[in-house]
């Protein structure tokens, strides 16, 4: 699987939009971008994911790039409760399990 | 169930005993994974299990670690003679299928002293 390249943190005010980047210039064809973040002492949660066009759900949406080797989670009002790692991962559907990097990890301050 | 669930949430062991962790998966989810998180670190991938097939074991550590799974529904992780590296958060997920997203449990902390 393609590796990802994310910031180690970043900080976002309350009530902004937070734009998570992620960089995966090695992609192929078919592999899909997934998205999924960590609050402390919890287990990882699902976000969302997309293989070319923009994905929204009730969380945040998906950004990717025409040429694919990018993306952008965007959590459109960020709260206090959105303060976690950020995992961005490429899978294809050939592989079973998923990789974590090391994600980003959001500060959302007051 | 709501949820996937893990238990014990806590286990302090001493270095050289055995211990298992047990994982109950949502129900209908045909795939289930284990993960171990170091303090600070992130997930790594231990093992994969998917409806009747034959297991991923490739990110089990040593051979000391082993998991098994009744058909499609409880798992348990297996240490043998912990050791003090094997101290971490354990994480399992289930999903529908294996293209899905993971839901994961709160995980069981193992502490080796």
């Known amino acids: 699987d393609a590796k990802t390249t994310q910031p180690p943190s970043m900080d976002c005010a309350e009530g902004r939009a937070a734009n998570l980047p992620c960089n995966h210039s090695t992609i192929s064809g078919n592999e899909y971008v997934y998205w999924y973040r960590q609050i402390h002492s919890q287990g990882p949660q699902y976000i969302i994911h997309?293989?070319?066009n923009n994905e929204t759900n009730e969380m945040a949406s998906l950004i990717i790039t025409e040429d694919r080797k990018s993306s952008t989670l965007i959590l459109p009002h960020a709260t206090l409760r959105d303060t976690a790692v950020y995992y961005c991962?490429?899978?294809?559907?050939?592989?079973?399990?998923?990789?974590f990097g090391t994600g980003t990890r959001l500060q959302v301050f007051p | 169930g709501a949820g996937v669930s893990q238990s014990p949430s806590n286990k302090v062991t001493e270095k050289g005993k055995d211990v298992e962790l047990r994982c109950d998966p949502i129900s209908g989810h045909t795939a289930l994974y284990w993960y171990r998180q170091r303090l600070g670190q992130g997930l790594e991938f231990l093992i994969y299990f998917q409806g009747n097939s034959a297991p991923d074991k490739s990110g089990l550590p040593s051979d000391r670690f082993s998991a098994e799974r009744t058909g499609e529904s409880v798992s348990t992780l297996t240490i043998q003679r912990t050791q003090q590296e094997d101290s971490a958060v354990y994480l399992c997920a289930s999903s529908l299928e294996k293209y899905y997203g993971y839901t994961f449990g709160s995980g069981t902390r193992l502490t080796v002293v």
């Open positions: 997309g293989l070319k």
């Open positions: 991962i490429v899978r294809s559907y050939n592989t079973d399990k998923l990789i």
